[in-house]
Structure formats: structure tokens, C-alpha cells
């Protein structure tokens, strides 16, 4: 008899922390899903008219936007996407 409530002890302490682990997980994803950007509707690069996008290449942080034309060398704008700037400019020669 001693030995079932042992079990039983058991299996009721694992299903607790096997809940409790489940409401931490939620909890932090939700928490981490409310963190997200608002999308960014226009940014201004400084670049003089007639300046040309002819590729843009990004991941997570960082975006990288190929330009052409407006009386400049060909050059690489390396823009941070989470403090919304410019970080360099990079001229092609």
C-alpha cells in the first residue's frame, strides 16, 4: 500500500511540473510575440534623385540595398531595420 502512494506521490508531482512547464512556455512566447515592429511605410536614404534600387538583400536585422545612378558611383547602403538607420555606406568602384 505504501508502495501506490508513493507512486501515485510521484505521478501527481511530474504532471504538476509538466503543466507548470507548458504555462511557462506559453507565457514566454506570448510575451515574446508582443515585442514585434510595426512595419516601417518609408525610409529616407539621403541618396540624390535619380539614384536607383537595383537589389535589396536583408535578414533580421540588417538590410543591404544595392544602388545605381544619381550622379554616384554604384553603392551598397547597409541599413539597421531595428534602430530604423543608416549604418554605412559602401562606394563600388
Not at 536607383?52 to 547597409?78: A, H, M, T, W
Amino acid at each position: 500500500m505504501l508502495k501506490l502512494r508513493i507512486l501515485k506521490t510521484i505521478v501527481f508531482l511530474l504532471s504538476f511540473l509538466l503543466i507548470f512547464g507548458i504555462i511557462i512556455l506559453g507565457m514566454q512566447l506570448i510575451k515574446a510575440g508582443k515585442g514585434s515592429r510595426k512595419p516601417v511605410s518609408e525610409i529616407n536614404l539621403n541618396e540624390p534623385s535619380g539614384s536607383q534600387i537595383s537589389s535589396v538583400i536583408g535578414n533580421e536585422k540588417e538590410l543591404y540595398i544595392f544602388i545605381k545612378g544619381g550622379s554616384k558611383p554604384d553603392r551598397i547602403i547597409i541599413y539597421d531595420t531595428q534602430k530604423q538607420s543608416k549604418i554605412s555606406t559602401i562606394t563600388i568602384n
